[in-house]
């Protein structure tokens, strides 16, 4: 486990399968043909489906929550900017950096970014505060 | 349908069941005990698991993506505040409101923010961003 406090940087790769997009799909109703329909996103600049913003940033609260810091992390605030499209089977590296923390608070605010693991080039990137009774110094 | 254009407010009533939660959980890989264990959030100051900030947030790419504009929205910026916790079953209603429209881009930003349903207050508020080609005035 990375230790948390300023300036850490934490990484994690990850990938979505074509099945977590419609398992997103189905949990928050969001059934946007360009996520799910194939022949509706060819005729998008996209080309072909393209994940949820909103599941590629699912990222974040899975490492927050449970890695960096970790369990018992309470989210306050997140911005989201999507730069380009995530699409399926397809390696992202998510990266977390925290830029402040404010012990008495127990707060942190977080860079996070998702980069695609095989150009670089960002696909998603904000900030996250956060809360966390380890969040001490 | 509400007609989507500048200063338009449309409304939509939602609640999450635990069984939802548990299907953010394991499709984002965020199983944070503050959303799952009823022992640990027990111990936190909220009593009892409360629902992923993220997942509350959902209802926004649901309805943006579906309903408001709807079918072929993509998602481009979205900022979250996470005010108050969030429960299951649960009544809660989004109120979305468009604060400014670019014709030319065709963008949007909308105004984001899910409230309790019986007491009215304000849990998560962000804006969104977002393009579609319908947007043209």
Do not use: C, W
């Not at 060819?42 to 890695?67: D, N, S, Y």
């Not at 390696?91 to 693991?117: C, G, L, W």
Request: overall charge negative.
């Amino acid at each position: 486990m990375t230790p948390f406090g300023l300036n850490a940087v934490h990484r994690h790769t990850f990938r979505f399968s074509q099945a977590d997009v419609e398992a997103f799909a189905r949990v928050t109703g969001d059934d946007n043909p360009l996520h799910l329909d194939a022949d509706f996103a060819a005729q998008t600049p996209f080309k072909r489906p393209i994940i949820h913003g909103m599941l590629g940033a699912g990222i974040f609260t899975k490492v927050l929550g449970t890695e960096f810091p970790g369990y018992g992390s309470v989210y306050l605030k997140q911005t989201l900017e999507f730069l380009r499209p995530m699409f399926v089977d397809t390696d992202y590296e998510a990266v977390f950096t925290v830029v402040s923390t404010n012990p008495e608070k127990h707060t942190a605010e977080v860079s996070t970014e998702i980069r695609d693991a095989g150009t670089g080039k960002v696909t998603t990137k904000g900030v996250a505060t956060l809360m966390h009774k380890g969040i001490v110094e």
